[in-house]
């Protein structure tokens, strides 16, 4: 391969955003043909769409009473928004451009894993002098090394068919086109995260990729809470977006360049000088604090839950598989930096494992479907801080990989049932769905299957793999061993009630106004794509006992070696053989008695959840909030500052300003005497107030000069 | 004398087009909107050429210095002022269709001012410029004074006589400072001083430097701004709230980096802890604001200390990013007013409860002012991105470590209030649904703020290269 020109690198995450682009443009013509005096002008491309979507239409019209049937085109409409038939228009295109051009992204993305064989381990692309003046030079450059490779096949892979499915899923949205414009974009910012060469490209799309989720997750932001969600999400991500930008700039003190592999390859330079040793574990730390953000970590998880309020592909893509997972992809790119100090990475190895048992146990109770899929992300994302903190990189990876094929599946899933129920995403009006949506349940077994670690498959590896190395390390690491496998058969309980309560005992919805169908083929196939990759993605990493060798371990040494070096001198950690066997074995025991009683405890019903509410309602309220986290920060952070900033409307802002007077037009007009009184007494206050801090200063540096 | 007038050339354009304006109104008085496309139209004319009348060059004495540093401010008060105008023209025609000219005819001086004060170094013709520039404004200020739904109070006169009451005050604290200043060193050059001044010089320096304050609003001087904001008609203050700030940072950069560079030692501080206060108090204070004008008012106490750290940077990089950071805020800024102002334009009123339903009523109206907010607020893709991330580079660089630290702590609150008004129009508890009606002109301007903001945030390039070129007029080397 000619290293010279690598170019085209650039069109990986360029294909996204022209595909954003040109959703947008498509949105833009169709809201402009549906106002109403253009109306007649467009008549000629709704004509397209009445050939393609005729039966939608007649479905949403009513769909309250309709029986939809299986029919493949009855989804439009379904989400809630109250509104009369919508034609798509041109906006029918939308999907069609912008699975080409994930596709396309998709297809580079193998040209450049089949590029990276052998001896090379990166591909990079000609840097970009994106802003040069002299006395301030910004380069940039795509990098498509072993690790970015990975990201970029899972993003663009698994955004493909989370793409197709939404097409299907979101079909008959007044936004239909908006939406795709928004998923393209996210998928942009997403890529340049991986892909840039330096921090601050990383840093664009680190940001950028929350403004994209905080879109989607307000997507349907007439209902009111998506909103809100929406809004939450993105300031929790902004603290830690704050967190790592000082931790960028720390880093940009002490390399002098924000050149990734330029830090990557000085970490151990440093290390000899213990101030700035210091300042790299401070920069880690900063580092690890814009993780914990955006890949919901302790103490800044509690906006995943609710990011729930988006488009269910939106939680599949954005908030299980790809977006959450930065915080992973940006441990492992700076791995050195973490491996440099052993206390860090212990840290960040508690964090995941006390978030993992949090949120898994959270999961338990949880009624909404879209919910426990949600604090089970939190929850595995956990699992791979905790491989982190054993500086067991490729272990996490090997995780990331295999949860974004189960999760997404999961997500999709989940959000087929939610479709073929009529919007219900609470579990206990479910049940017995397997006969109705057998594509759907089929596939839904093979991602729970994957999630609670049944041996064999994919999690079943990547989540022992983990837990070796913990165990492997010994000392206070056996105590997050023994929190992940407690979190390992909550893992399997509460995906086993899941579904449970979803397809089998009895159906406990209404049926004369229930029809649950299942999806069309559009959304159901790439279920089944997803599923084999499920179940077979454990491939990728088997574990050595087995007899083979780790492929992913093996592929990712280039960009782990830096760091690998630097935790040999602190000492390896090997299993024997036969504690190995006995992990596994462990592992897979436990995930399948847990998947038993989850079964046997649901299968019947609701009861147990019932039963549990009844008899220790404390406890149910404790799980249901997730410890009282986020209400503890209601209570203790939002309150508080709401009444400081109440306090500091009413009395100072009064006092110096006549702010309330004038919002209070009905008083102020009644007595608008007293008002101008009022105010002008104000203007002696500034004259006094300004002069006053005019002193002030003058005096305090004539004292500091006499 | 001829031979240094062609530097006056674009600033003389201005105050011709001033007086043509009030002569067209005194002879032939015109209702409609033929004044103010004119005006625009005409100072559309003037930014044109600024990039072909090539006059650069130093008046007798170094009174006045025309070099990349004013030719970058007079284009960006030109585009502040076109926009202002283009702003005003739809407001002007409905509510005072009889005395329009003497609207634009006072913001052009101002704008002549603000053009000349770039150039100025020396401390006559510098507060002389100052002057014309706010003179003007305070009567601007309450040119609306009948306007506003009539369940409020009338607020516009009341925000005029504030405001000029306390510029006044602030004009005395700036020349009872210069009057030291200039009767200890013996000159009016504004790089008189040199090294190791006299307590007395210092005084004078630092009761400057409070006059500064107050112009660009930054705390403890800031307290005219939210209620000037509140009070005065909506499409002058978008011009109120960034043209004489941008004219307030240049006149600080002016005085501070290029004529008392030497005596940093005594300014810095100062400096750095309006900067601080700035961001703490203007984004604290905009957490609780229910009137979407005072919200902004706050905000922009908050955007002007991320200025001023840049500003205290004391580097041509922290300089050059000021002016950038300025002239994204210009073009931001006046896109959220003029929002604001067509949301309010029937029934008047800015509070948040105004703009509900706004995105469901005007989608582009919305999705414009989400796209502004965003841009305050700092996002990618937005030319406030790179503004608030450059600042925080450069002043990080410049070993500012705490106010950085400080700094970004306070975005994520800034973030916070910013998607609360964006919120605000989402909700779908509005009482009406037709659609806004916003006049031609105003929509031109909302465009013309839009291409700008997400331009630059696509492609800054070429402003950070003129602001790095402008900023070697006053910070020499690198």
């Not at chain 1, 086109?177 to 997403?190: D, G, T």
């Not at chain 1, 400081?644 to 007009?669: C, K």
């Amino acid at each position: 391969m000619n290293l010279t020109d690598q170019t085209w690198l650039w069109a990986i995450p360029a294909l996204p955003l022209a595909g954003s682009a040109l959703c947008g443009i498509l949105h833009y013509l169709t809201i402009k043909a549906r106002m109403p005096k253009r109306a007649h002008g467009a008549h000629g491309h709704d004509d397209h769409g009445h050939d393609a979507h005729g039966h939608g239409h007649a479905a949403h019209a009513d769909h309250a009473a309709s029986d939809h049937g299986a029919g493949d085109h009855a989804h439009g409409g379904d989400h809630g928004h109250g509104h009369a038939k919508v034609e798509p228009g041109l906006s029918a295109f939308a999907p069609w451009i912008a699975v080409l051009a994930m596709a396309g992204a998709f297809a580079l993305a193998i040209k450049g894993f089949l590029g990276l064989q052998g001896e090379t381990h990166a591909l990079e692309s000609p840097a970009w002098d994106w802003i040069d003046t002299g006395t301030f030079r910004i380069d940039l450059a795509i990098v498509l090394d072993r690790l970015s490779s990975v990201m970029t096949l899972v993003i663009t892979g698994v955004g493909t068919l989370i793409h197709i499915y939404a097409a299907g899923y979101m079909k008959g949205d007044k936004h239909y086109a908006k939406f795709f414009a928004y998923l393209n974009l996210f998928v942009f910012a997403m890529l340049m995260l991986v892909l840039s060469s330096n921090l601050l490209g990383l840093f664009v799309g680190w940001e950028g990729v929350g403004l994209c989720s905080y879109f989607l997750i307000g997507f349907w932001y007439e209902k009111g809470w998506p909103a809100e969600a929406g809004q939450k999400a993105f300031v929790m991500n902004r603290i830690g977006d704050a967190s790592f930008l000082i931790g960028s700039f720390l880093l940009v003190k002490l390399f002098g360049t924000l050149d990734l592999s330029d830090i990557v390859a000085g970490v151990s330079g440093l290390l000899g000088d213990p101030e700035k040793k210091y300042e790299l574990l401070l920069a880690g730390l900063f580092l690890f604090g814009g993780a914990c953000g955006k890949s919901a970590q302790l103490p800044l998880f509690t906006w995943l839950p609710d990011a729930m309020a988006g488009p269910t592909p939106v939680s599949a893509l954005i908030h299980a598989a790809t977006m959450v997972t930065a915080g992973i992809y940006l441990t492992v790119r700076l791995n050195p930096v973490y491996a440099a100090s052993p206390d860090l990475l212990f840290f960040i190895g508690a964090v995941g494992a006390v978030t993992a048992l949090i949120a898994g146990s959270t999961a338990l109770v949880q009624r909404d479907i879209k919910r426990v899929l949600a604090y089970s992300t939190v929850s595995q994302l956990g699992y791979m801080f905790l491989g982190l903190g054993t500086g067991a990189w490729a272990a996490a990876i090997f995780h990331l990989v295999t949860h974004a094929f189960f999760k997404a599946l999961l997500f999709l899933g989940a959000g087929s049932v939610i479709h073929g129920m009529h919007e219900e995403q609470d579990m206990h009006k479910m049940g017995g769905l397997k006969k109705h949506m057998p594509a759907t349940y089929f596939t839904f077994l093979a991602g729970a299957a994957a999630l609670s670690g049944l041996p064999l498959l994919s999690g079943y590896f990547s989540k022992d793999e983990i837990l070796a190395h913990t165990f492997a390390h010994g000392g206070a690491y056996r105590i997050l061993w023994g929190i992940g496998i407690a979190t390992a058969a909550m893992t399997a309980f509460y995906t086993w009630r899941m579904v449970a309560l979803t397809f089998f005992g009895k159906e406990r919805f209404d049926p004369h106004h229930v029809h649950p169908h299942e999806s069309p083929s559009v959304m159901t196939v790439p279920l089944m794509v997803l599923a084999v990759l499920s179940v077979f993605g454990g491939l990728l990493g088997l574990p050595p006992v087995l007899g083979s060798t780790h492929a992913l371990e093996h592929w990712l040494e280039p960009v782990t070696a830096a760091g690998n070096a630097l935790l040999a001198e602190h000492g390896t950690h090997a299993l024997d053989h036969g504690t190995e066997w006995m992990l596994l074995g462990l592992g897979a025991v436990i995930a399948l008695v847990f998947m038993g009683l989850g079964i046997r405890a649901y299968v019947g019903g609701t009861a147990r959840d019932e039963k549990v509410a009844s008899s220790a309602p404390g406890l149910a309220r404790f799980l249901q909030g997730a410890w009282g986290i986020d209400a503890a920060y209601t209570a203790y952070v939002v309150r508080p500052m709401q009444l400081l900033f109440f306090v500091v409307a009413i009395v100072i802002d009064q006092f110096t300003i006549d702010g309330m007077v004038n919002g209070a037009g009905a008083v102020a007009r009644t007595c608008g005497d007293r008002v101008r009184r009022m105010t002008s007494g104000n203007i002696a206050t500034y004259g006094l107030w300004m002069g006053a801090a005019a002193a002030l200063i003058a005096f305090l540096f004539l004292k500091r000069i006499g | 004398m001829s031979a240094w007038l062609h530097l006056f050339t674009l600033e003389l354009a201005v105050v011709a087009i001033a007086l043509l304006v009030l002569l067209w109104d005194a002879f032939a008085p015109a209702a409609g909107r033929a004044v103010g496309w004119t005006t625009a139209l005409l100072l559309g004319g003037v930014f044109a050429a600024s990039f072909f009348v090539d006059g650069r060059g130093t008046v007798p004495h170094g009174v006045f210095v025309r070099d990349e540093w004013v030719v970058f401010h007079e284009r960006l008060f030109l585009a502040a002022g076109i926009l202002g105008v283009l702003g005003s023209i739809d407001w002007l025609a409905t509510r005072t269709p009889k005395r329009q000219a003497e609207y634009y005819a006072l913001l052009l001086f101002s704008l002549a001012g603000m053009m000349l004060l770039a150039g100025a170094r020396d401390w006559i013709l510098l507060v002389t410029c100052f002057e014309l520039m706010s003179m003007p404004l305070y009567v601007l200020c309450a040119y609306g004074k009948q306007d506003g739904p009539a369940s409020e109070p009338k607020l516009a006169a009341e925000a005029g006589l504030k405001l000029f009451i306390t510029g006044a005050a602030s004009s005395g604290l700036t020349l009872f400072g210069l009057a030291l200043v200039v009767g200890m060193t013996g000159t009016t050059h504004v790089g008189g001083i040199g090294a190791n001044p006299a307590p007395l010089t210092i005084v004078g320096m630092l009761f400057v430097l409070a006059g500064f304050g107050f112009k660009v609003g930054a705390v403890p001087f800031h307290m005219w701004v939210p209620d000037t904001y509140q009070g005065a008609p909506t499409p002058f203050v978008a011009f109120l709230s960034v043209a004489p700030k941008a004219a307030g940072l240049a006149t600080l950069a002016i005085v501070l980096l290029g004529g008392w560079s030497a005596d940093s030692s005594v300014w810095l501080p100062v400096l750095l802890v309006l900067a601080g206060a700035s961001m703490v108090v203007g984004n604290l204070f905009a957490l609780p604001q229910t009137d979407a004008r005072r919200l902004l008012g706050f905000s922009g106490v908050a955007q002007i200390g991320y200025a001023l750290l840049a500003l205290g940077a004391m580097s041509r990089g922290g300089l050059a990013m000021t002016l950038f950071f300025v002239a994204t805020y210009v073009f931001t800024n006046l896109g959220v007013f003029f929002v604001l102002h067509a949301a309010a334009e029937e029934g008047g009123g800015h509070s948040l409860a105004r703009i509900a339903g706004l995105s469901r009523r005007s989608p582009w109206l919305g999705g414009a002012l989400l796209v502004f907010l965003l841009s305050l607020a700092g996002i990618p893709f937005v030319a406030g991105f790179w503004a608030k991330l450059f600042v925080f580079m450069e002043a990080w660089n410049a070993g500012l470590v705490g106010l950085v630290v400080l700094g970004v702590a306070l975005a994520v609150i800034g973030l916070y209030y910013y998607l609360t008004v964006a919120r605000s129009t989402y909700m779908a508890d509005g009482d009406r649904t037709t659609p806004v009606p916003t006049g031609f002109a105003l929509r031109a301007a909302i465009l013309v703020c839009l291409i700008f903001v997400v331009g630059l945030g696509l492609w800054p390039r070429p402003l950070v290269e003129a602001a790095d070129r402008a900023a070697a007029g006053i910070v020499s080397g690198r």
